[in-house]
Nanobody, 120 residues
Framework: QVQLVESGGGLVQPGGSLRLSCTAS????????MAWYRQAPGKQRERVAD???????NYLDSVKGRFTISRDNAKNTVYLQMNSLKPEDTADYYC??????????????WGQGTQVTVSS
């Protein structure tokens, strides 16, 4: 069984920063892509950023230049550094990982979500 556990959410003022972390644990052979998604109330879930095993990254246009995704493959951990936060960044943030649990079994897993609120 695989678990993704997030941490680092909270309340921050506009212009502030937060760092989210997500660690995958359990029966893991290897992790392919990792990503962060977010879902604001009444809106669809959207991909904020993703990163490959080799470190290639992609970002949602609205967060480019403000957010940075990174990963520590040895720790099965992905991070999201969020700077210059805006009220429109308020959402529940979810960690995502595509990984192998055996040599031939690949699946997608999600964290439970962590809330980020940007407000004065």
């Amino acid at each position: 069984q695989v678990q993704l556990v997030e941490s680092g959410g909270g309340l921050v003022q506009p212009g502030g920063s937060l760092r989210l972390s997500c660690t995958a644990s359990g029966k893991i052979v290897s992790i392919l892509a990792m990503a962060w998604y977010r879902q604001a109330p009444g809106k669809q879930r959207e991909r904020v950023a993703d990163i490959t095993t080799g470190g290639i990254t992609n970002y949602l246009d609205s967060v480019k230049g403000r957010f940075t995704i990174s990963r520590d493959n040895a720790k099965n951990t992905v991070y999201l550094q969020m700077n210059s936060l805006k009220p429109e960044d308020t959402a529940d943030y979810y960690c995502y990982a595509e990984l192998y649990t055996t040599a031939w079994s690949r699946g997608v897993y999600w964290g439970q979500g962590t809330q980020v609120t940007v407000s004065s």
